[in-house]
């Protein structure tokens, strides 16, 4: 099982990026994924979830308006857009693959975003 993050970066404050989390090793469809981050010195946190078909999401208020999650299950990746970047984005961005039937989760490396002018 691999979950492989890619997209981070610097990028100065009110810019956009997107995270890939590229999945393999699990029937992708199945498992509900997420992004979480966790910045320095502080405990980690949900950024956004969606479902295994892509029909429910949900975001923390504090990304609300900025954050898309989606996901590509023909192509095994769920992907995170955020706009309006502000320096408390800053943290390293982790995906998450759970399947609560099983149950089972699975965690990435994570990518580092910056942002920062």
């Known amino acids: 099982v691999q979950l492989v993050e890619s997209g981070g970066g610097l990028v100065q404050p009110g810019g956009s990026l997107r995270l890939s989390c590229a999945a393999s090793?699990?029937?992708?469809?199945?498992?509900?994924m997420s992004w979480y981050r966790q910045a320095p010195g502080k405990e980690r946190e949900l950024v956004a979830s969606?479902?295994?078909?892509?029909?429910?999401?949900n975001y923390r208020d504090s990304v609300k308006g900025r954050a898309t999650i989606s996901r590509d299950n023909a192509k095994g990746t769920v992907y995170l857009r955020m706009n309006s970047l502000k320096p408390e984005d800053t943290a390293v961005y982790f995906c998450?693959?759970?399947?609560?039937?099983?149950?089972?989760?699975?965690w990435g490396q994570g990518t580092q975003v910056t942002v920062s002018s």
């Open positions: 998450y693959a759970v399947n609560r039937a099983i149950p089972i989760q699975y």
């Open positions: 090793g699990f029937t992708f469809s199945s498992y509900a």
């Open positions: 969606i479902s295994g078909g892509g029909g429910s999401t």
